[in-house]
């Protein structure tokens, strides 16, 4: 049976590509790629001729049938972002999701990841991690995240883009405080790979007016716990907001529970709460 193989490519240095992802490549009868034009650059590197069909968020639904089809007929395929591991802060999820359903097998090939790159260099506890990808960019969904920042008790990993890295690294100090340890990575595998690490004061002010290039990776220390009684006071207010904003009783209290890391039953029992109040 045909399979979608999920490949893994280079972020930076094209020497990060493993043997596995060259020969799968290869082997493939068609390459789903974000961008034709910038996988051409690594496919022409490691003189592979397998096609390139376009796939990103735009058009990911749209060739779901295509490539149910191709899979039928005994096709394999590869799907790969610009960089790095596809469906992390990238398309495809759709892709995988739709294949998966249509009884075909996703197989992963491994390789580079902005994401772990950043952890294990950061000098940050790596385990446990939250990843947050890409923050919303404005309006109550973006306070919500740092909210969940800023009570977050252990490390979190966020992307962030090079002209934004300053409002970001503001927005933690307001919500976060200005002593949690944090780490800007920039670059990363690159000639001009950087590692900033500090409190986010210190980081806040280098990046205040400094003109940052390529893609950043902001890796942040949790905070110390809260005290238990604070932690359900936040939740309880949580709920009653999601319960006001129309949501069913039991997506509020899943949400509580992933929010706060509170007890199934507590997150319940506040929800119910809100409910009656």
């Known amino acids: ?88 802060s990238d398309p495809g999820a759709r892709i995988v999701r739709a294949v998966l359903d249509g009884g075909f097998e996703v197989v992963p090939i491994p390789g580079a990841s902005a994401l772990l790159a950043a952890l294990v260099a950061a000098g940050i506890e790596p385990e446990p991690f939250t990843f947050f990808g890409f923050l919303p960019r404005s309006g109550k969904e973006r306070k919500t995240r740092l909210a969940e920042l800023a009570a977050l008790p252990h490390t ?8 934004r890295v300053g409002k970001l690294l503001a ?15 920039r670059e990363l595998t690159k000639l001009h790979e950087t590692f900033v690490r500090g409190t986010l004061q210190e980081l806040a002010s280098y ?23 604070d932690v359900e006071a936040s939740a309880a207010e949580a709920a009653q907001e999601l319960l006001n904003a129309g949501n069913s009783p039991r997506d509020v209290a899943k949400e509580i529970t992933r929010r706060f890391n509170l007890p199934r039953n507590l997150a319940y029992e506040l929800t119910q709460r809100g409910k009656s109040s």
């Not at 979190?156 to 002209?163: H, L, M, S």
Request: aromatic share 4%; glycine share 8%.
């Open 1 to 88: 049976m045909a399979k979608l193989y999920i490949v893994s490519t280079p972020i930076g240095n094209l020497s990060d590509m493993t043997f596995r992802g060259v020969e799968t490549l290869r082997s493939v009868n068609r390459i789903l790629a974000e961008d034709t034009r910038r996988t051409s650059i690594l496919l022409k590197h490691y003189g592979i001729d397998t096609p390139l069909i376009s796939v990103h968020e735009h058009n990911e639904m749209a060739r779901a049938g295509q490539i149910l089809a191709w899979l039928r007929d005994g096709d394999d395929l590869a799907i790969v972002s610009d960089a790095g591991t596809p469906l992390l």
């Open 156 to 163: 979190a990993v966020i992307y962030e883009a090079p002209g």
């Open 207 to 229: 990046y205040e007016d400094e003109a940052v290039r390529g893609e950043v990776v902001v890796v942040l220390a949790g905070g110390e716990p809260a005290p238990v009684e």
């Open 171 to 185: 927005d933690l100090v307001e919500h976060c405080g200005t002593e949690r340890q944090a780490a800007v990575g």
